[in-house]
């Protein structure tokens, strides 16, 4: 492939050099940079790449992507406005346009984005579609499992990815797209057919320090994204019980489906009941109505399903599919997932780590302790290097809606564990809290403390497999901690 045949997107300033020079690979790390490569020098939030642009020549790169004017021999330089940008159209066309040759689905939102994809991963391999999903647990496709490090992938990697499934065969692509996505561009120049939109609450406002920029970033994979997309049949998905949701749903213009517990919708649910064993509702549609039950368990699943059928309705499904695949979905690893004892203890692991994310689990969590007459206890930390703001709302989330609360660790990362705690508590004006910075003790000492009908829910870490202390990454499972420490109850 030569420089020229694909080069034609970026949004280029000038170019100095010869263009038909046979390009092998595009990269964004100069450790990456290999004979042939064209190296683009993206402008990070810690490190500018711009400095490793002579590390790049010496190695071999046959074109440098830049936004700065640079004095350099025997190498094409290709300035552009924005090389984030660049990164993302370039590696489209390197990969050839993988996006035009599969559908496509984006979901973005603060909470259950993961579960959505696992749900349309379910009815599509009942409709005989072959799916894959890019997430925030995994990405995975045919019998490929690949350790997800960021939600959505850089939009090298996410190009990539899109290629390697089409080239295995797979039909339609699920993705999580985050906010970060968005704004840093890692999903231009992909073609979606669909794009779902689940809610939105106060998160990541380290990143996009008030709520408005952050919905702004949101937004764009349905004002911009979509739009841009070049595809026929294009189709949002929107949750308009969300007040945010339904800002986005009053204004755009193209076909979409809105869902609803409470509000008119073409996707609705009617006479809900959620217990231990998941929940059971009727669900209205434009093919018509049918009964539905899942064994997953929470209020919110109810939507994460609506918005699940709505999307798999406007990709052709059939309601007999649709029905068939959320039954199959037994559980989503870290999502209000299960951890079976032989104690009569409701216990479960969960990934919330947003004020809103807590109050959700809580709420469901509460309902079942109610059902059965015991106390809920909680077990959760916030993340170290994160937004400071969220933390005294999720210890006040968590104090009030909870009976007993232990505040410990999460992954600290290089703050100091105990200052993140006394973030926490200082939005907890009750008693009903202890501090146990050890997270393996405070997970072991709720167990000890659990009795018959109890509910125990630990939470912020979910599917996670480790902590991170300082610079050091441990192997760390909440799910079998608390399945051990339950099995060594006496």
Do not use: W
């Amino acid at each position: 492939m030569l420089l020229k045949d694909i080069i034609s997107k970026p949004d280029i300033i000038d170019i100095k050099g010869d263009l038909n020079k046979e390009v092998l690979d595009v990269v964004y790390h100069s450790s990456k940079v290999t004979k042939g490569t064209v190296f683009v020098a993206v402008t990070g939030f810690g490190v500018d790449g711009h400095v490793f642009i002579s590390e790049a020549i010496n190695k071999g790169a046959v074109a440098i992507v830049c936004e700065k004017d640079i004095n350099v021999d025997n190498v094409c330089v290709i300035k552009v406005a924005n090389a984030r940008r660049a990164l993302a159209e370039l590696s489209a066309s390197f990969f050839g346009d993988p996006s035009n040759q599969l559908s496509l689905i984006g979901i973005t939102g603060t909470n259950g984005k993961t579960t959505i994809t696992y749900l349309l991963e379910s009815i599509f391999n009942k409709a005989g579609l072959k799916p894959g999903v890019i997430g925030t647990v995994e990405h995975r496709f045919g019998n490929k499992k690949i350790i997800s490090v960021n939600t959505t992938p850089e939009s090298y990697d996410f190009q990539k990815l899109l290629r390697q499934m089409v080239d295995d065969g797979v039909k339609v692509c699920i993705s999580e797209v985050s906010s970060h996505a968005l704004e840093l561009d890692r999903v231009k120049g992909s073609h979606f057919d669909a794009a779902v939109f689940t809610n939105l609450t106060t998160e990541h406002m380290d990143f996009h320090k008030d709520i408005e920029s952050y919905f702004n970033s949101k937004k764009k994979l349905f004002y911009e994204v979509l739009k841009d997309s070049g595809k026929d049949k294009t189709f949002s998905v929107i949750n308009i019980d969300d007040n945010f949701g339904k800002k986005i749903a009053d204004e755009i213009t193209h076909k979409l489906f809105r869902y609803s517990i409470s509000s008119k919708s073409e996707v609705k649910a009617e006479n809900v009941i959620c217990d231990d064993k998941g929940v059971r509702f009727k669900v209205i549609t434009p093919l018509g109505s049918f009964d539905l039950r899942s064994d997953l368990i929470g209020r919110f699943n109810v939507y994460n399903i609506l918005a699940a059928t709505s999307a798999a309705i406007g990709m052709g499904v059939s309601i007999e599919n649709i029905r068939a695949g959320i039954a199959d979905l037994k559980s989503v690893p870290g999502r209000f997932e299960r951890v079976e004892n032989n104690h009569n203890v409701l216990a479960f692991v969960d990934y919330a780590h947003t004020p809103d994310a807590i109050k959700n689990l809580l709420m469901n969590a509460r309902d079942l302790a109610n059902t059965s007459g015991g106390r809920l206890i909680m077990v959760f930390g916030c993340g170290g290097d994160r937004d400071r703001s969220k933390r005294p709302l999720m210890g006040e989330e968590a104090s009030s809606l909870a009976d007993i609360v232990f505040v410990t660790s999460d992954n600290p990362r290089t703050e100091n564990p105990d200052v993140i705690i006394e973030d926490i508590v200082s939005g907890i004006d009750k008693e009903n809290f202890t501090i146990i910075a050890d997270r393996k003790l405070a997970i072991t000492t709720a167990v000890e403390i659990s009795n018959k009908n109890d509910v125990l829910v630990v939470a912020g870490k979910g599917h996670e497999d480790y902590q991170i202390i300082g610079q050091e990454k441990k192997h760390f499972s909440d799910r079998k901690i608390l399945k051990q420490c339950f099995d060594n109850k006496k």
